[in-house]
């Protein structure tokens, strides 16, 4: 069993930067693949990025490259989601998860945290 915990959304401008971070409970973190996702009102959840258990590697979606980064640390047992040049369309609440394997689809992943809200003004 995982639990996991979003920190760090918030509003901010448009062109501005955010850092999410996930905190995962376990002593198993280190060998889950880790996602990011997000929802916007009235759309479906949407991938974001993706990195393996090492951080070896990464998968961005085209909307968000050059961008955003993936990154972990396993030692701390967090995933961040660092996101830079934001735009209004970036609103959304940020969902991480965890599998077993990188993946871009929801059904891959097996625990989901709460969500954090980002909304990004023009």
């Known amino acids: 069993q995982v639990q996991l915990v979003e920190s760090g959304g918030g509003l901010v401008q448009a062109g501005g930067s955010l850092r999410l971070a996930c905190a995962a409970s376990g002593r198993t973190f280190s060998s889950y693949a880790m996602g990011w996702f997000r929802q916007a009102p009235g759309k479906e959840r949407e991938f974001v990025a993706s990195i393996n258990w090492n951080g070896s590697i990464r998968s961005n979606a085209d909307s968000v490259k050059g961008r955003f980064t993936i990154s972990r640390d396993n030692a701390k047992n967090t995933v961040y989601l660092q996101m830079n040049s934001l735009k209004p369309e970036d609103t959304a609440v940020y969902y991480c998860?965890?599998?077993?394997?990188?993946?871009?689809?929801?059904?891959?992943?097996?625990?989901w945290g709460q969500g954090t809200q980002v909304t990004v003004s023009s």
């Open positions: 998860a965890a599998g077993p394997a990188v993946a871009v689809t929801t059904d891959k992943y097996d625990y």
